[in-house]
């Protein structure tokens, strides 16, 4: 396997953390996003949307990291990521999505980039932007991970006590708000998972400052 992946992409550390979780060695391919690699012809070519992660597996590239979590857990089923009762999965996935789908598209590189160079909108009114929705989705985050302790008990991470798809998605988007100095006060649930998440050895071999193109 080959993973295209930038080490601060919440979306590539998603992903890094599943192959970690799950032992899958990999090689590591950097595609600097800042300097635009993700638009260069040889990527482009594997990569329709243009954007990391992708994970090509005997030649055939998978995009978006949800697709690319949900091809190891069906290949790679143990460690499992998910429940196994269909509704504690739907479940997971769900709080997997809120993150992935709600918080992390608007906040991501290229509409940050967007708003400052096309829209001249100026540092603090984007970072701003970034601060708001974050916020808002991480409280979203909060009372769903209520609702999750409320019907299936005390949990150490997102959902019991082994890490989960909710797992990697948490741990990223956390690192992204702390970043930008996203107020995360009063949200006790959110971040004791996240700091549960932290201390796995899986999550430390996935961290930003473990990958190959890594910079301070």
Not at 31 to 44: M, N, T, Y
Not at 71 to 86: D, G, K, Q, S, V
Not at 125 to 154: D, F, I, M, T
Not at 187 to 214: I, N, R
């Amino acid at each position: 396997m080959k993973l295209y992946s930038y080490f601060r992409s919440s979306a590539s550390y998603r992903v890094r953390i599943a192959l970690a979780l799950k032992g899958i060695a990999y090689d590591y391919l950097p595609i600097h996003l800042v300097k635009g690699e993700q638009r260069s012809a040889p990527f482009a070519a594997l990569s329709a949307d243009r954007l990391v992660p992708v994970l090509e597996v005997d030649g055939v590239p998978l995009a978006q990291s949800m697709a690319i979590i949900e091809y190891l857990e069906e290949t790679h089923p143990t460690p499992p990521l998910l429940p196994a009762a269909p509704l504690a999965r739907a479940q997971v996935r769900a709080l997997a999505q809120t993150i992935a789908c709600e918080i992390h598209p608007i906040n991501n590189l290229r509409v940050l980039k967007y708003l400052s160079q096309e829209l001249r909108v100026d540092d603090d009114a984007k970072n701003a932007w970034y601060r708001h929705w974050c916020r808002s989705g991480l409280e979203a985050v909060e009372r769903e991970l209520a609702q999750l302790r409320a019907a299936h008990g005390p949990a150490r991470l997102c959902f019991g006590d082994s890490p989960t798809l909710a797992d990697c998605c948490l741990v990223p988007q956390i690192f992204n708000a702390q970043r930008f100095a996203v107020d995360l006060s009063g949200l006790p649930l959110t971040m004791a998972a996240y700091e549960a998440g932290m201390a796995l050895p899986a999550v430390q071999q996935a961290q930003p400052s473990a990958c190959p193109d890594f910079e301070g």
